[in-house]
């Protein structure tokens, strides 16, 4: 089928438009009257009045947060076995199907008899990571997670956005499911593989 093309006319802007002034004031009148509009109503709501009225409420973050969906895409973790080991079997299957080419495995033979690989160092540089969620999908085993509900992964440096094995391991699930990283960055100030120990 031959592609249609379609020509929009836009409506030149006014002189009013062009200056810009009408449309700032415009904006400053909707801030206030929405700025005098909720405070009255809060107020109000002080002294047990006007409660049919709800005024709008801003999220005090980062003292208050907002609940997240159980499906939302957060920072990731590692699953583990009950002994505390990785659960992931290195088959670079995240690390082939991540479009933003941030997840880098290197594998090691297993001698425990859980699985006959597991990653000698696995790192995810966050700084490029766009949380598609595709290394979650792809895993075969459940060993890559992003349900630990956080958030603010901020950094000084980009190396700093930089997760290693230890840090994606390094976490406990609460009775009410939630999850607590208890990494505090380890591995920034513990090189995980014996190639950066030996630097
Ligand atoms: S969420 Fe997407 S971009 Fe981030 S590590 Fe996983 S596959 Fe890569
Ligand atoms: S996290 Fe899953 S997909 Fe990625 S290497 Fe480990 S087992 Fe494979």
């Keep these: 089928m031959p592609a249609r093309t379609v020509t929009v006319t836009r409506r030149p802007l006014t002189l009013i438009e062009r200056l810009y002034v009408g449309e700032l004031l415009r904006g400053i009148l909707i801030t206030s009257k929405i700025f005098w509009v909720n405070l009255w109503r809060h107020s109000l709501h002080r002294v047990g009045l006007g409660k049919g ?8 973050y980062p003292e ?4 997240l969906p159980d499906r939302y895409r957060t920072r990731h973790r590692l699953m583990k076995l009950e002994d505390g080991t990785e659960r992931c079997v290195a088959c ?25 690989k597991r990653p000698r160092s696995f790192v995810i540089d966050l700084g490029k990571c766009i949380y598609c969620g595709n290394c979650v999908e792809v895993c075969p085993c459940d060993a890559i997670r992003m349900d630990t509900k956080i958030l603010e992964v901020s ?5 700093s956005m930089v997760y290693r094995k230890e840090d994606l391991l390094n976490w406990e699930e609460l009775p009410d499911g939630s999850v607590v990283d208890l990494s505090h960055r ?8 014996e190639e950066a120990a030996a630097k």
Excluded at 53 to 60: G, R, V
Excluded at 64 to 67: A, C, L, Q
Excluded at 92 to 116: K, Q, W
Excluded at 186 to 193: C, F, I, M, Q, V
């Design 155 to 159: 950094a000084e440096s980009r190396d």
């Design 53 to 60: 009225k709800p005024a709008m409420a801003t999220i005090l």
């Design 186 to 193: 380890a591995s920034l100030r513990k090189p995980d593989t």
């Design 92 to 116: 670079m299957m995240c690390e082939t199907v991540c479009p933003a080419y941030c997840i880098e495995i290197v594998a090691e033979e297993r001698t425990d008899g859980y699985t006959e």
């Design 64 to 67: 208050v947060k907002r609940p």
